[in-house]
C-alpha cells in the first residue's frame, strides 16, 4: 500500500501534519529506549507484538511497531487526505494521532479506523478496512527469485544443493574472487555492473517453494542483522560479536514477519512459540535490526533493488 502524499495531509488550521526529523537518529533513540524502558523485555509483550505486526501488513514493520507501540488495539491506519478522498470517512474531534516514519525523512501523521467517521452519503468501508486481518493464501509468488536477484547488490550468490530434508540452507563467506553481474538500470538502455563476490548462500534443492523462501529470509537476516560482520556499517551493522541465542532469536524473529505477513507457514511459528512458552524473558537482541531487516527483505521480494554504490556508503534504501 502506497502512502505517498499526492496532497498534503492538513491539521484543522491548514498546516501540513508532516515533521521534518532524521530517520537514522529516530532508529537509533527507539531502540536506546526500548533497551532502557525493558518495553519488549517479556517474552509475552513480545510475542504480542510480532503477532500484531505480521497482521499489520499493509504498512513496513518499523511502522507497524511504531502503530502498536501508541496503540496496540488499531486496525486500520490511514492520513486524514485518504480517509477522506478514498473512503469518504472525516477524523473525530479529538482523534489521537498516531505517528510514523515516511520515507524520505519526514514522519507522517495517521489515525485508526475507529477514530474516524462517515460523512453523509458515503459508502461502506471495504474489506480490506473492515477485515484487515484475515488470513491470505500461503504461496510465495516472485518474492522468491525476486530476493534472489536483489542479494546479488549486495554480493551474495544464491544457489541450489541437493541435501537431505533436514538440512535447510546455509549462509557463509565466499572462497573465491568470483563477481556477479547485476543490472544497473534498464532504460534507456541496460547497463550491468559487476559486484564482488562476498557470500555464498545455498538453499536446498529438494524443498518446496514456500521452504526455500523461509530459509532464504533467515539466512538474510543474519546477513542484515549483522551477525556476519559488515563490508560497510553505513550498510548493516557490526554485531559478529552478540552471542548465539541473540543471533537465532533475531534470525527466526525476520522470518516470523517476512512469512507471516505473506502468509507463509515457517520453522519459526515452532521456533518462537517454543521459546516464549519456555521462557519468560527475550535474549538482548535489537530491535531497531530486526525491524530493519524485516523491512528491507520484504522490499528485496517486491522492487527491484539499485546496485550499491561501492565504498560510497550508501545508505539501505528505506524500510518505512
Not at 515533521?19 to 517479556?42: C, G, K, M, P
Not at 509483550?45 to 488495539?73: C, S, T, V, W
Not at 541496460?190 to 526455500?212: F, T
Request: aromatic share 8%; glycine share 8%.
Amino acid at each position: 500500500m502506497n502512502l505517498g502524499t499526492q496532497q498534503p495531509d492538513l491539521d484543522l488550521f491548514g498546516n501540513p501534519l508532516t515533521l521534518a526529523i532524521d530517520e537514522e537518529v529516530t532508529r537509533r533513540a527507539l531502540d536506546e529506549l526500548f533497551r532502557l524502558t525493558h518495553q519488549y523485555n517479556s517474552t509475552k509483550a513480545y510475542d504480542e507484538l510480532l503477532k500484531f505486526m505480521r497482521r499489520f501488513r499493509f504498512y513496513a514493520p518499523y511502522n507497524a511497531m511504531l502503530i502498536h507501540i501508541q496503540m496496540p488495539g488499531a486496525r486500520f491506519v490511514a492520513p486524514p487526505h485518504r480517509w477522506l478522498y478514498e473512503y469518504g470517512q472525516r477524523i473525530k474531534p479529538g482523534a489521537h494521532p498516531l505517528v510514523i516514519l515516511q520515507p524520505m525523512g519526514p514522519v507522517m501523521f495517521v489515525f485508526d479506523v475507529s477514530d474516524t467517521e462517515p460523512l453523509p452519503g458515503a459508502p461502506p468501508l471495504p474489506p480490506e478496512v473492515t477485515s484487515p486481518f484475515e488470513v491470505r493464501g500461503g504461496n510465495v509468488g516472485r518474492e522468491l527469485e525476486q530476493t534472489i536477484e536483489n542479494a546479488k547488490r549486495d554480493g551474495i550468490r544464491v544457489s541450489l544443493r541437493d541435501a537431505g530434508s533436514q538440512s535447510a540452507g546455509q549462509i557463509a563467506f565466499a572462497t573465491n574472487n568470483a563477481g556477479l553481474e547485476v543490472v544497473a538500470r534498464l532504460v534507456p538502455k541496460r547497463e550491468v555492473v559487476k559486484i564482488p563476490l562476498r557470500y555464498e548462500l545455498l538453499l536446498n534443492r529438494g524443498h518446496s517453494r514456500e521452504a526455500r523462501y523461509a530459509t532464504l529470509v533467515h539466512e538474510l537476516a543474519h546477513l542484515y542483522c549483522g551477525h556476519l560482520g559488515t563490508p560497510n556499517e553505513k550498510w548493516w551493522p557490526e554485531r559478529s560479536r552478540s552471542n548465539e541465542y541473540t543471533r537465532e532469536f533475531e534470525a527466526e524473529s525476520v522470518c516470523y514477519l517476512v512469512c507471516g505477513r505473506l502468509g507463509i507457514d515457517n520453522p519459526s511459528d515452532e521456533y518462537l512459540a517454543g521459546y516464549i512458552k519456555e521462557n519468560s524473558h527475550v535474549p538482548e537482541i535489537s530491535l531497531e535490526c530486526v525491524m530493519t531487516a524485516s523491512g528491507l527483505i520484504e522490499k528485496m521480494g517486491s522492487d527491484r533493488l539499485k546496485p550499491r554504490k561501492e565504498g560510497s556508503g550508501e545508505k539501505p534504501p528505506s524500510s518505512v
